[in-house]
């Protein structure tokens, strides 16, 4: 499924995942071999902007950064596939009448607007059908995800792209960039549901994907169906990296810049040796980190459990059997088992690079899980483009 916002691509070959976040770019670039997908170059460009840089400076900063990377690493590709999340941008599940696409591409404005908060002027519109043929209240429906994005993010990431000397292929939605990683991971289980949280500096994205077709003990799935998942429910929330580091600069009375710098070295304590241990060693200060980082990670996990019981009451599964995290917060120690603990399932880091060869021997563990939009945008297909 593909949640393309915008599309300006010709069947060129090499395409760069370029995801440009709050705090660094990360760029994804593979190429086609006859066993499958290798990644050619990897890129993880943290930046900072002067707080007070107006937004012209702050492209024109993130751009520089770009180009001088992709001219170190000598790439060739002018190509890239790049996304947007946030409160911005606005993906909805929604039934309406049954249509060709023909009539829904003229009428998706007039259809769309009820469900979108956004003055349709404002925004890049797109839509996905999910089922041309469903019956609701004796009518014949159709589901259609749409996807929304003001046209102001969307024009902010092309003109960095751009400022970079490079040509935005697609702007597509961080979730789906996710979806297809997922869908391609060698140890995504077919026929179940599952969660994805992206714990990324500012957003954090949430998504819940359905497997296609649910395994139950009377229908199991059979080992070479095809596995087709889609998302169901995405949604952004704002309790992310910097809400860790604005609590920790808070309690370590230092600026927020050191509380993120502070905030790699922390780990959850999460069992009463753990929390002993430390009591022992006067550890005052991995004490109250990890205090805060729970707090923060309670308050996401009672969002999450609001996306997760938003999914089961449509009844498309009764569970959700797996939680993968990625984005750069997710390499907290600990929080995987911390999360297990919360939700009573398995939990675990994703690996990105799984779904394409081997993981780069020379790339830090912490930064792994933050290059899963970027492989994501970069494993997309061809098809996918057009
Ligand atoms: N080892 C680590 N442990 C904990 N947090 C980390 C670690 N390394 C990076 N982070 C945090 O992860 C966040 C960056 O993650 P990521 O690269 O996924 O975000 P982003 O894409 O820049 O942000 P966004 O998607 O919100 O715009 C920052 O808040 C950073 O401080
Ligand atoms: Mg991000």
Partial sequence: MLGKIF??????????GLDVGSSCVKVAIFSNEKSGKKLKTWGHIPYSVPANAQP?????LISEEISKFFKKMGIQTKYVASSVSGNSVIVRYVKLPKMTKKE??????????????????????????LNDSVQEEGQQKMEVVIVAAKKEVVNEKIDIITGAGLEPAIIDVDSFALENLYSKLPGAEKGKSVLLVNMGNKTT??????????????????????????????????ISGASLDRSLSKILSVTPEQAQEFKKGIRLLINDEEKLEAIKNYDKQLIVSSKAAITIFKDMASEISRSIDFYLSQGMDHSISRIYLSGGLSATPNLCAYLSGEFKIPVELMNPF?????????????????????????????????
């Fill in 354 to 386: 799984s779904a394409a060869g081997e993981t780069p021997k020379n790339m830090p563990a912490d930064i792994i899980p933050s290059m899963a939009v970027a492989c994501g945008l970069g494993l997309r297909e061809l098809r996918d483009w057009q």
């Fill in 56 to 60: 012209d400076e702050r492209k024109a």
């Fill in 104 to 129: 829904l591409d003229l009428a998706i404005k007039v259809e769309a607007e009820p469900f979108i908060p956004f003055d349709v002027n404002d925004i890049y519109l797109s839509y996905h059908i």
């Fill in 205 to 238: 994205n949430l998504s819940i994907i359905h497997p296609g077709t649910v395994s139950t003990p009377e229908n199991p799935i059979a080992k070479d169906a095809p596995f087709n998942p889609y998302s169901r429910v995405v949604r952004d929330i704002f």
């Fill in 7 to 16: 599309s300006s691509f010709s069947a060129k070959k090499d395409i760069a």
